[in-house]
């Protein structure tokens, strides 16, 4: 994995991938503490993390529910999955809800094509999603662990 990068990028991204795992985001004061460890220029890092949709820089939601917009899954509706889960979370997309409970993502292409319309929530995956499927989506995941807590136990067993 990541044979396309130097040593260096391979363990900034791999520092990365741990400090989000354990802050739900990169914290701005991590940013310096990286760059000394590597020994690398705070706007290398910052190059890194604007071009990985992966890493956050704000402060996101215990629960993700990100909507596939990719054409595949545009086509089949995936604009109104984004505007119901929009409505009910009430939020944008881009967006936390202010009690800090969801955050509402888009990403292009999740290279399940065939499954569209999909929404991953806290990473598990919702494939030919209907409108009238998506208040048991956010019941469900509401009662999960953080996404954080997800994450790290999905990574310990593998
Ligand atoms: S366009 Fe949604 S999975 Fe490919």
Do not use: W
């Not at 004061?29 to 590597?38: S, V």
């Amino acid at each position: 994995m990541f044979d396309e990068f130097s040593t260096e990028q391979k363990e900034l991204i791999h520092i990365l991938h741990q400090v989000q795992s354990d802050h739900g985001y990169i914290p701005p004061e991590a940013i310096g503490r990286i760059a000394r460890h590597l020994k690398i220029s705070e706007s290398d890092i910052y190059g890194v993390l604007t071009f990985y949709k992966a890493f956050s820089l704000e402060p996101r939601g215990k629960h993700i529910v990100t909507i596939c917009m990719g054409t595949a899954c545009h086509v089949r509706g995936a604009p109104r999955i984004l505007d119901e889960f929009s409505r009910q979370l009430k939020i944008e997309p881009g967006e936390t809800s202010e009690d800090g409970q969801f955050t509402l993502e888009t990403v292009n292409c999740v290279g399940a094509c065939a499954l569209g319309p999909i929404a991953i929530a806290d990473g598990e995956y919702h494939g030919q999603l209907k409108t009238s499927g998506i208040d048991k989506i956010i019941e469900t995941v509401s009662k999960n662990d953080d996404t954080t807590t997800i994450l790290r136990r999905r990574d310990s067993s593998e």
